[in-house]
């Protein structure tokens, strides 16, 4: 376990393991949540969160809709064929 200190300006220093085990570089917004055990830094994400049926729209596929197994299988058929190619 690391430990760091609050600074005389409010600040805190995550130890460098953390950042780097969590990709966070300068400039990443925290959400600060008071727990009642502790404090909870929760990085903010870039994005709002969307669902699948918002973000479809944009493939231009207009064609009937197809199950998860044909889309499998249509991807097992082509990379075989991909492969048999070489």
């Not at 966070?24 to 959400?31: I, M, N, P, Q, S």
């Not at 830094?41 to 479809?56: D, H, Q, S």
């Amino acid at each position: 376990m690391e430990t760091t200190k609050l600074s005389s300006k409010g600040q805190v220093i995550l130890p460098a393991a953390i950042r780097t085990a969590n990709q966070w570089k300068a400039g990443v917004e925290f959400a600060v949540e008071d727990t009642g055990d502790g404090v909870l830094l929760r990085p903010l994400k870039p994005f709002a969160a969307t669902t699948l049926e918002e973000v479809t729209g944009c493939t231009g596929y207009t064609g009937k809709t197809h199950t998860l197994e044909e889309m499998d299988k249509a991807i097992t058929a082509e990379t075989k064929a991909r492969y048999a190619r070489r």
